[in-house]
């Protein structure tokens, strides 16, 4: 990663710590950060300044980032193979952000749609932060010389903000910042939630039973499945009216690795019941190293710790290279 004469481009993600990674976050994007770190210079990192725009508890907030990290490295994010780490602990991210901030305009961000829905949910508390929150997300990309940002729908929108940023400086101090792309990965299955089928499967969705965490026990995942929300009629097949059936079968076939026809040959003839614990059972079989791996690691307080701080100063080493530079294009003082 660190050998910059190699041409391999630079893919940058990141998450933030709020409820806990889920099957649909394993499925849609953790699984193919995986792939990435083989064929990409990797830098994943825990957003954790990013979840403080909204007010967390901050017992819970700490172990909230924590067991994402171990998660992460228990779902097979390798420290040998990409760069992972805690956002907070490389200071060059909110240094970045200063000088960023005095390149955007006010009206750029407060258009942001999810700074407007956010708003609206949080009237309480619409900090400077909530605001200037894409911001950061550009210091964290253009601080890497990023080329691709697998992103969702959702933040499309925020990277064209990133890109705009990193145009106007270039064009206004020359050449300073790669301007990066949006990476659209091959197919990764869309999830929905196990309550209502409709919409998205949310890694913070307050319904327990909406969501799988990658590591609930087998017990649990076997019960939320159950509790599934299905269709009327009794057939297993993929359809537009029958959008639980269709989300189980999909989740199925992505865990088994089988081809959507495939797996409704298989349960021909069969019961939503037995069908719904199939698919449980399944999924729970298939988390079980991830599960274990990640009992392990999070009563590892010293290997997380070792690893967190290798890969800050990997990061950080990195992201200086860019922030020098970027001090000097505006002319900050440098002896
Ligand atoms: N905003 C992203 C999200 O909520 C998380 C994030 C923060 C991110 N910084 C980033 C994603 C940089 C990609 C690149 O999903």
Known sequence: MENTTDNKKTVLSGIQPTGTITLGNYLGAVQNWQRMQE??????????????????EPAEFRQTSLDFFAQYLACGLDPEKCILYFQSHVRQHAELQWILNCNTYVGETSRMTQFKDKSAK?????????????????????????????????????LELTRDIAIRFNNRYGETFTVPEAYIPKEGAKIC?????????????????????????????????????????NEICVREDKPGITNLINIYSAIEHKAVSEVETEFVGQGYGSFKIAVGEAVAAAFKPVREAYHTLIKDKGQLSAIAKNGAERAASL???TLRKVKKRVGLVAF
């Open 39 to 56: 064929d990409f210079n990797s830098v994943f990192f825990i957003a954790d300044l990013h979840a403080l725009t909204v007010r967390r």
């Open 319 to 321: 992201a200086e290279k």
């Open 193 to 233: 939630s196990l309550q209502d089928p409709t919409a998205k499967m949310s890694k913070s969705d307050p319904d327990q039973n909406a969501s799988v965490s990658i590591v609930d026990d087998e017990a649990t995942i076997v019960r939320k499945f159950k509790r599934a929300v299905t269709d009327s009629g």
């Open 122 to 158: 949080h009237a309480d508390n619409i900090n400077m932060g909530l605001m200037d929150y894409p911001v950061l997300m550009a210091a964290d990309i253009l601080l890497y010389q990023t080329d691709l940002v697998p992103v969702g729908i959702d933040q499309k929108q925020h």
